[in-house]
């Protein structure tokens, strides 16, 4: 059995479980043990202040707390501070009869006549003690009302004590926040809510299964009130599930990439009558529980078999993908606000998380990466041939660029010094082995390249990887001109490169005349290098087209206007 002195007291002739248990003394307050404290004990040692300023979010007991403050203050048989909760004035502010509380909803009482009424009352004398008006919601008062009641605030009678309630402090005028002690609320944890409606249960007589009361502490969010007021409509109803959506099909379409599934669930929902924007945040306060279960457990809201059920969910998606669904669905919101047809959002962004390819952000690029490791762990790993490489062919070379060919290439003449400069030294990691000149040349050209900016592209399609030492890159470039624009893409080229091979290396840039002549086929590969004039007599295979570039500017006009001739 609960303890009484804990639970909330019964008010007789009252149905709504939130008003029948609405707790009448300090010690049946729950949660809030910082503004117990500090309330019991100014009315144990007469310290109380003359303003109080409650804040907090809807159903955290604010109202609540300031009867209890005034049955305190004029209770017959205090005791410690607190409220007999038995004495007649403490029934009569129970009943609301009681001519020592005056209340007012500042909502629709919000002009300045109601204010000067209440305040030119209040050096009226009372049966009791002390005279308490509570102000509920005083941040909607309008101007004119806040400018009457600062007043009073500033110069209030000996006897009187003010409580002003809110939900947005932000709201109310400085110079009444400066005024008042202020004392903020919070929302109830999941196993505070869960003890209260147990024992709420027990001391009205109902019966309610575990997962009528789970579904009541989720849809409670936190809210006592709310709480109180979902376990009295499941209870009424019987049924649990038709105040909740089941997302448990869709968690599974997600974790199985199922994009079929996943619709399918929705279609389920959606013709059972859930709002498109409701189960779309019905679905993110699920996957937020999911997201906390992961980080912070403790300050998750879902409890019992409710907890362990998201938990295995979080267990199987991972954080990474936990984050992106909530950023996703967040998004999701925002957009179906606006939309004609709103569960097209929803179905639109489900079937993004489900197949990453859609989206071009960070997060799914990596939840790619990610799922392509995944799948490739699983294959038996074998040397794959040899790549065709990004070569240069000595000159004078007829011979096609092959395989076979790319073995032995020989070196090309060395470079002055004058020409090579250094733009980026990072010393080379002393576990970076294993790298191939023709897999980097490869590499670089078919997947570095096109995954630089539209700029660098122009640039490095003429460039071309020269030689490999270590992790120590040498690429050239036809001009001088060309190398000294290289250094505004230095920086993003590196990135690129090093996410590419997994490893920290050193690039050098250096000018090689003989890659002025280069052939912009569609496979991005070099044409062969000639050192002879444009107009030589030396020939040229039938496919091959010659154009020569000798600065960055022609190069970005040849590559923009393909097959033209400058005049």
């Not at 929705?266 to 997201?291: I, K, N, Y």
Request: hydrophobic share 40%; with cysteine; aromatic share 4%.
């Amino acid at each position: 059995m609960p303890d009484a002195s804990t639970t909330p007291t019964s008010i007789e002739g009252v149905t709504a479980l939130y008003r029948r248990f609405r707790p009448g003394r300090f010690c049946e307050l729950r949660g809030q043990d910082h503004v117990v404290r500090a309330l019991q004990g100014a009315v144990k040692n007469q310290r109380v202040s003359h303003a109080y300023l409650f804040s907090g979010p809807r159903g955290t007991g604010k109202t609540t707390t300031a009867r209890i403050l005034a049955k305190a203050l004029n209770c017959a048989h205090p005791k410690d501070g607190d409220a007999c909760n038995q004495c007649d004035s403490c029934a009569a502010i129970t009943k609301g009869t009681s001519l020592d509380v005056t209340e007012l909803d500042a909502a629709s009482n919000n002009g300045v006549d109601d204010i000067r009424e209440i305040t030119a009352g209040a050096w009226h004398g009372t049966p009791g003690s002390w005279k308490v008006y509570i102000f509920d919601e005083v941040h909607q008062l309008s101007k004119a009302a806040s400018a009457a009641l600062l007043k009073t605030l500033e110069e209030p009678p000996s006897h009187v004590v003010f409580v002003l309630a809110t939900t947005d402090p932000h709201k109310v005028m400085p110079t009444i926040r400066s005024r008042t002690q202020h004392l903020e609320f919070r929302l109830f944890n999941g196993e505070i809510l869960s003890s209260l409606l147990r024992e709420v249960e027990s001391a009205a007589g109902l019966s309610a299964d575990d997962a009528t009361i789970e579904a009541a502490v989720r849809l409670g969010r936190g809210s006592a009130r709310d709480a109180l007021s979902a376990l009295d409509q499941l209870i009424a109803t019987g049924s649990v599930m038709e105040t909740q959506p089941e997302f448990d099909g869709l968690f599974h379409a997600l974790v199985h990439g199922d994009a079929v599934g996943a619709l399918t669930s929705l279609s389920v929902l959606t013709r059972e009558g859930w709002d498109p924007e409701q189960l779309a945040e019905s679905f993110a306060a699920e996957v937020r529980q999911v997201f906390l279960l992961q980080v912070a457990p403790e300050v998750a809201d879902a409890v019992d078999s409710d907890r362990e059920r998201l938990t295995r969910w979080g267990e199987q998606l991972g954080l990474p993908r936990t984050v992106r669904i909530l950023e996703t669905v967040g998004r999701a919101m925002r957009e179906m606000k606006s939309a004609p047809e709103k569960i097209v959002i929803l179905e639109v962004a489900v079937v993004r998380l489900i197949k990453p390819e859609l989206e071009s952000s960070l997060e799914a690029l990596d939840e790619r990466l990610t799922r392509l490791e995944r799948d490739g762990s699983r294959m038996v790993t074998a040397t794959p041939p040899p790549a065709p490489a990004h070569v240069l062919r000595p000159i004078g070379s007829t011979a096609p660029t092959t395989p076979a060919a790319m073995t032995s290439v020989p070196p090309l003449e060395p470079l002055a010094d004058d020409v090579v400069a250094t733009v980026v030294a990072t010393p080379a990691s002393s576990g970076a082995h294993g790298l191939d000149l023709d897999d980097v040349r490869s590499r670089f050209v078919e997947r570095v390249v096109p995954h630089t900016s539209r700029g660098a592209q122009l640039l490095l399609k003429s460039a071309f990887v020269r030689s490999l030492d270590g992790t120590h890159l040498t690429i050239a470039v036809p001009t001088e001109e060309m190398r000294q624009n290289t250094e505004m893409i230095a920086q993003g080229l590196k990135s690129a490169m090093e996410h590419e091979f997994q490893t920290p290396l050193q690039i050098t840039w250096a000018v090689d005349p003989a890659l002025a002549r280069s052939s912009p086929a569609p496979t991005q590969r070099p044409a062969k290098p000639r050192t002879s004039s444009p107009d030589a007599d030396e020939p040229y295979s039938p496919d091959e087209t010659v154009i020569v570039v000798t600065s960055a500017g022609e190069h970005l006009i040849t590559e923009m206007f393909p097959g033209t001739t400058e005049v």
